[in-house]
């Protein structure tokens, strides 16, 4: 059956909350309202206001709540309006969600998940538009994980509901209307385990969440020009699935990471860094990223487009790596590593 990704994520937290009665669901405005985008809309009806839980304007205040009450048996999924609110928390999910397994020697868990709306397009200005996964990321004891597509979105979310660590559950605003297939029966999509959107031999585009999207469609550009491009969807960046990025670039030797984050300091950085420790003799062109511009998200809809990734970015940036022609040194270096080991050269 056809759904909305915001109604594959209404479905799961009910389907999850039938399943087990630890599951409670807390935030600004989730009872009657149903949630900033409609989340969790008519859970309160079903589940009642002990386990539909609206909470006071204070993120510090029911992110702390929900901490302890994970600690202690519940397993809360809270909603943070806007990902750029984490930042009120930040002190709650880094120093205290994140570390209490390990500061209690295993025998405490936190089965915390922390959805919430991040991304730009919509023109909600500087507070409101931010991507920051790869804060989220840096933290050890956080699973991040980001669904592009409405089956993911569910299959995704029940897998974080049961997990018995705290997961940052990032749903990209302009997702929440995109339609596809949901099965009727019950699923489940582990964490860290990338999807292979579309096949190809010629370069791979990696990606997550809206960006995967713009990346396919970078790919049929492509493919109209006789190029086959390789999309990988990573669905979680931590725990990240290495095997599936590298058996990749080991293939088509050439990559592109494209992500809304701004490009500096961006989750990118981390996939080509491990590209190039893992599988440089395999390349045959120079790793590239694809980021937003280094600056705040501006409110104007034309100025928040000029600064996010576009699909002819994405083309023009693929294009020049599959027409990449070494430098005289570089076909030395090529040269000189060859004699030494064939396989140890740019192809």
Not at 54 to 76: K, L
Not at 94 to 122: C, D, F, Q, W
Request: glycine fraction near 8%; charged fraction near 20%.
């Amino acid at each position: 059956m056809r759904k909305t990704y915001r109604e594959a994520i209404l479905e799961a937290a009910a389907e999850e909350m039938a399943r087990d009665d630890a599951v409670i669901v807390m935030g600004e405005d989730v009872g009657v309202y149903g949630g900033g985008f409609g989340a969790t809309e008519g859970l309160i009806e079903t589940y009642g206001p002990e386990r539909v839980r609206n909470t006071p304007v204070s993120e510090t205040a029911f992110v702390g709540t929900a901490i302890g009450a994970a600690a202690t048996g519940m397993r809360p999924v809270v909603e943070l309006m806007f990902s750029d609110f984490m930042a009120v928390c930040w002190d709650q999910i880094m120093n205290e969600a994140a570390k209490i397994h390990y500061m209690y020697a295993g025998s405490v868990n936190v089965p915390l998940v922390i959805r919430t709306a991040a991304g730009a397009g919509t023109g909600a200005a500087s507070q409101h538009s931010q991507s920051l996964e790869n804060m989220y990321c840096h933290v050890p004891g956080l699973k991040v994980v980001v669904p592009s597509t409405p089956y993911d979105a569910k299959g995704l979310l029940k897998t974080a509901i049961r997990c018995n660590d705290p997961v940052i559950f990032l749903e990209q605003k302009l997702l929440y209307n995109m339609e596809g297939e949901v099965p009727e029966t019950e699923y489940t999509v582990p964490l860290g385990k990338a999807a292979v959107r579309r096949q190809g031999d010629d370069i791979t585009l990696i990606s997550y969440g809206r960006m995967v999207q713009k990346c396919l469609d970078a790919a049929e550009a492509l493919a109209e020009k006789g190029w086959q491009a390789e999309v990988i969807d990573l669905r979680t960046l931590s725990p990240l699935d290495t095997d599936s990025v590298l058996a990749s670039v080991r293939k088509t030797g050439r990559a592109v990471i494209v992500h809304e984050a701004v490009q500096f300091g961006g989750f990118g950085g981390e996939i080509s860094a491990m590209i190039m420790e893992e599988a440089f003799d395999a390349l045959k062109a120079p790793v590239r990223r694809i980021g937003a511009a280094y600056c705040p998200v501006p409110c104007a809809p034309e100025m928040e487009k000029n600064v996010l990734p576009e699909t002819d970015q994405i083309i023009e940036t693929a294009e020049g790596i599959l027409n990449f022609v070494p430098t005289s040194l570089a076909l030395r270096i090529h040269e000189s590593r060859a004699q030494a080991s064939p396989a140890a050269c740019f192809h």
